[in-house]
């Protein structure tokens, strides 16, 4: 059965910093990974999406890659700024159904001016 | 395009009380999905259809009932609401299900069982 770990639960940053978010996965049989950011009290907001076959993505600011041979996938975010700050969730979908995902719990992000 | 949509956003319900969560997107994807999140917990799958007519149990199934009677909607039922219903449920879809293919989230339905 797939598992899907993030540490750590909270992260606090002054701004400007460089910062990695990480996630890890127990059956490396993946489709695909894919990252999300949630600002509190609302719905899930999709940022990169790495297939299998791919080891990383690139959206603005923000660099997903992924080691399937590892079961591991980062989130780095480049000169942080406080509207950042929201809880980061990764999910990996594989196995019998390809669609369904496996979520981490998620990585609160603080980052203070 | 709307792109996933739910209603209600909240909703109070007594213990024994019956609901349907709405759940529709305008996007012609085939693949459309429930899940629901609870602290500590994360987000975990209810129910799932890979297209109209055909819907399956994801790992928390039980209480909720579904069916895919067109491409646009997939409702979820309670048909006794209980307290460890109490949750955030959200829906979403995908294209297909497969390799590459992003899912989109809607908002959420804030369900709170007395």
């Known amino acids: 059965k797939q598992e899907v770990t993030q540490i750590p639960a909270a992260l606090s940053v002054p701004e400007g910093e460089n910062l990695v978010l990480n996630c890890s996965f127990t059956?490396?049989?993946?489709?695909?990974l894919q990252w999300f950011r949630q600002d509190p009290g609302k719905g899930l907001t999709s940022l990169l999406l790495?297939?299998?076959?791919?080891r990383e993505q690139t959206s603005g600011r923000l660099n997903a890659s992924l080691d399937k041979s590892s079961g591991r996938s980062t989130l780095y975010i480049a000169a942080s700024q406080p509207g950042d700050s929201a809880t980061y969730l990764c999910?990996?979908?594989?196995?019998?159904?390809?669609?369904?995902?496996?979520f981490g719990k998620g990585t609160k992000l603080s980052v203070k001016p | 395009n709307a792109g996933v949509t739910q209603t209600p956003k909240f909703q109070v319900l007594k213990t024994g009380q019956s609901m349907t969560l709405q759940c529709a997107q305008d996007?012609?994807?085939?693949?459309m999905s429930w899940y629901r999140q609870d602290p500590g917990m994360g987000l975990r799958l209810i129910h799932y259809?890979?297209?109209?007519?055909?819907?399956d149990q994801g790992e928390v199934p039980n209480g909720y009932n579904v069916s895919r009677s067109t491409t646009e909607d997939f409702p979820l039922r309670l048909l006794s609401a209980a307290p460890s219903q109490t949750s955030v449920y959200f829906c979403?879809?995908?294209?297909?299900?497969?390799?590459?293919?992003?899912?989109?989230f809607g908002p959420g339905t804030r369900l709170t069982v007395l």
């Open positions: 979403a879809s995908s294209y297909v299900a497969g390799a590459g293919v992003e899912q989109f």
């Open positions: 059956d490396s049989a993946i489709y695909n």
């Open positions: 790495i297939q299998s076959s791919q």
């Open positions: 999910a990996a979908s594989g196995g019998g159904s390809q669609g369904n995902l496996i």
């Open positions: 996007m012609n994807h085939e693949y």
């Open positions: 259809s890979v297209g109209a007519g055909i819907t």
